[in-house]
C-alpha cells in the first residue's frame, strides 16, 4: 500500500495529462503528450541528465552555504542580543526584495557560471533557515532553563548542551522548507543566463519550440527536486530519532 | 541520619508482591544514605531562612512579609490550594522567581546560591539524551570533566533508584514513574545539601506515588528539602514538618510535626487522623480566601 498510492496518483496524473491533450486538442508544440515527452526524454537523455547534475550541484551548494550561514545568523543574533536589535530588523526588511529580482544583478556580478546559480540558492533558502532556528533558539522549555540555572551551567553550556539540541527540531523544519525552496532559485538564476543546467535547456528549447524536451527538463527537475527532498527528510528524520517519534504521534 | 534510616525501618508498611520493579530496591532504602554516592554534599545539611518574601503578580500581592524556615536535614512540606503561591515562594528560594522579593538564607546568613537541588512536577528530562545523559547533565553543564568517576557515580544512583538497565535508553522510552525516578536520580547527582521539590509525584498515578515517596525519602534523608505538595497525604507521608499556605495575600500557619519517621505507613491512625484535620483545614482556608476574593472589601 505504501507503495502502492504513489504509484496510481503518477499513472492517474500521466492519464489526466493524455485526457486533456485529446480533449483540447492542443498541436504538440503547445501542449506535447506525455508518449512524446517520453521520447524526448529517451533521445536527449544523456544531454538532458548532464543538465540536470548541474542545476542539482546548484542546489545542493546552495543548500550547504544557505543552510550553513542561515545557522550561524539565528545563532549570533540568539547569543548577542545588540545583534538581534540591529540585525532582526534588517533581515526582515531584506525580504522586502524579491529575491527573483536580483537574479539579472547575480549574474552581472558572478558570470553565467555556477556561482550565481549558487547565490541565488543560497539567498532564497537563508532566510527560512535563520528564522526557523532563531525562533528554537528563542523557545526553550523554561523548566529546562530554570533547571540549568539551579545546576549552575555557564550561559556558553546551557547554549550548547540545552538550547541547540533543543531548536534542532525548529532547524529540521526550517531546512526542509529550504529543500524545497532551493531549485526554484536556481533554475530562476538559470533563466537570466546561464550556459548549462535544466532552466538552460528550457529556455533554448522553449525558442526552438520543442515543448516536448522543455517538459521532458521540467519532470526531471521534478524527480529531482522530490528525490532530495526526501533524502533530506530522511536524514533529519535519522539524525533527530527522539523527534521522528514525536511527530509519528501527532500523525 | 544513618540512625533515621535505621528506625525507619519497622515504619516501613507491607507491600504487595507484584508492585513491580521499584519495590524491591526500597528493601534496600534503610542502606541507601550509607552510599557514597547518596551521602549529601561535603558541607552538611543547613537550615533555610526565609525572611520578608514579598511576590506581586498583576498587581495583586500573591505573599508579602512572608517568614518560612526550613529546619536543618529535615522535610518540610508546603501545603496549600492551587494558585496560592507555593510554587513562586519555593522558586523565591530557587533563585528562580522573577520578580518576587525577599531574603533567602541559611542560619549564618550565608546565600544558599549552589546548594541546592530542584525538581519540578515536570520531569524536565532531555529527550535526546539518554537517561545515563539526563543525569549527568549537572556536571556537564558545569563543565566538569565526564571522568569514569561521574558516570560510576552516575551508574550507581541510576541503580539505586531501579534505573540501570535503562541507562542507555533515550527518555521516551520510559513510563512516568520510570522518568520521575531518573529525575530523582539527576537531583541527587547534584549532591546539594538543599533539595526543593515542586510537586514531584502529582502527575503519577497512586501506587507510582507511593513507591517515588517511600524512594525519595529514603534518598533524601538527612538534607534539607521543601516539599511543595497539594496532597495532605503526601505531606504526611514524607513531611516532619507540615506548612499549610492559604489566603491572599498568603499566610503559613499551623506547623504540624507528626509522630515518627518519613516514610510514614499511610494506614497508621495518627496519620489518618491528621489527614481528616488537614483536609479541614484546607477547606477552611479555601472558603476563606473565596469569600475575601468575593464579597469583601
Not at chain 1, 56 to 62: F, H, K, M, P, Y
Not at chain 1, 135 to 143: F, I, Q, V
Not at chain 1, 217 to 237: E, G, I, K, Q, S
Amino acid at each position: 500500500m505504501k507503495l502502492l498510492r504513489p504509484l496510481v496518483i503518477f499513472l492517474g496524473l500521466i492519464l489526466l495529462w493524455q485526457l486533456l491533450v485529446w480533449v483540447s486538442g492542443a498541436p504538440p508544440y503547445i501542449l506535447p503528450g506525455p508518449a512524446r515527452v517520453a521520447l524526448a526524454l529517451a533521445e536527449r537523455w544523456r544531454e538532458l541528465i548532464g543538465h540536470a547534475g548541474v542545476t542539482l550541484a546548484e542546489i545542493l551548494l546552495g543548500l550547504l552555504l544557505g543552510g550553513l550561514l542561515g545557522m550561524l545568523s539565528a545563532l549570533v543574533i540568539a547569543w548577542f542580543r545588540p545583534a538581534r536589535l540591529w540585525l532582526m530588523p534588517v533581515l526582515v526588511a531584506s525580504q522586502a526584495i524579491p529575491v527573483f529580482a536580483l537574479a539579472p544583478i547575480l549574474v552581472l556580478w558572478l558570470g553565467y557560471g555556477m556561482a550565481s546559480k549558487v547565490a541565488m540558492a543560497t539567498l532564497i533558502i537563508y532566510f527560512p533557515v535563520t528564522a526557523a532556528f532563531f525562533d528554537g533558539l528563542r523557545r526553550t522549555e523554561p523548566g529546562w532553563l530554570d533547571l540549568a540555572r539551579t545546576m549552575g551551567g555557564s550561559p556558553y553550556r546551557v547554549l550548547r548542551h540545552i538550547r541547540i539540541p533543543a531548536a534542532l527540531p525548529a532547524l529540521t523544519s526550517g531546512l526542509r522548507v529550504a529543500t524545497a525552496v532551493a531549485p526554484i532559485g536556481a533554475v530562476v538564476g538559470e533563466w537570466v543566463g546561464s550556459s548549462a543546467g535544466l532552466g538552460y535547456i528550457m529556455l533554448q528549447e522553449n525558442a526552438r519550440m520543442r515543448i516536448d524536451v522543455v517538459f521532458a527538463a521540467l519532470l526531471l527537475l521534478a524527480v529531482f527536486a522530490v528525490m532530495l527532498y526526501y533524502a533530506v527528510d530522511w536524514a533529519l528524520r535519522r539524525a533527530l530519532p527522539w523527534q521522528a517519534e514525536d511527530d509519528a504521534e501527532r500523525r | 541520619m544513618p540512625t533515621a534510616a535505621i528506625v525507619r525501618r519497622p515504619n516501613r508498611p507491607r507491600r504487595p508482591e507484584s508492585a513491580g520493579p521499584a519495590q524491591e530496591l526500597l528493601g534496600e532504602g534503610a542502606l541507601l544514605t550509607q552510599s557514597p554516592a547518596i551521602r549529601s554534599a561535603a558541607d552538611p545539611a543547613p537550615a533555610v531562612d526565609v525572611k520578608a518574601a514579598r511576590l506581586a503578580y498583576r498587581g495583586e500581592l500573591l505573599f508579602d512579609d512572608l517568614d518560612l524556615a526550613l529546619p536543618a536535614g529535615r522535610t518540610t512540606c508546603l501545603l496549600g490550594p492551587s494558585g496560592v503561591g507555593k510554587s513562586s515562594l519555593l522558586r523565591l528560594i530557587a533563585g528562580l522567581a522573577e520578580g518576587a522579593r525577599g531574603h533567602v538564607g541559611d542560619t549564618a546568613g550565608a546565600a544558599v546560591q549552589g546548594r541546592i537541588a530542584y525538581m519540578a512536577q515536570d520531569d524536565l528530562l532531555l529527550p535526546w539524551a539518554t537517561v545515563l545523559g539526563n543525569v549527568m547533565l549537572g556536571p556537564r553543564l558545569r563543565g566538569e570533566p565526564a571522568d569514569a568517576q561521574t558516570r560510576a557515580r552516575a551508574m550507581e544512583l541510576l541503580a539505586r533508584v531501579g534505573l540501570a538497565a535503562s541507562a542507555a535508553a533515550r527518555p521516551d522510552r520510559l513510563s512516568g514513574g520510570m522518568r520521575q525516578r531518573a529525575a530523582l536520580a539527576r537531583t541527587l547527582m547534584e549532591q546539594r545539601p538543599i533539595v526543593l521539590m515542586d510537586e514531584p509525584f502529582s502527575s503519577l498515578d497512586a501506587i507510582t506515588r507511593y513507591e517515588l515517596q517511600n524512594m525519595a525519602a529514603g534518598l533524601l534523608a538527612g538534607r534539607t528539602v521543601l516539599l511543595v505538595t497539594h496532597d495532605p497525604l503526601e505531606a504526611l507521608r514524607l513531611g516532619h514538618r507540615i506548612l499549610v499556605m492559604a489566603g491572599r495575600p498568603a499566610r503559613l500557619d499551623q506547623a504540624l510535626e507528626p509522630a515518627g519517621i518519613p516514610p510514614r505507613d499511610p494506614s497508621d491512625p495518627d496519620l489518618l487522623a491528621h489527614q481528616a484535620e488537614l483536609l479541614k483545614h484546607l477547606a477552611r482556608a479555601h472558603a476563606g480566601s473565596a469569600e475575601r476574593g468575593g464579597a469583601a472589601p
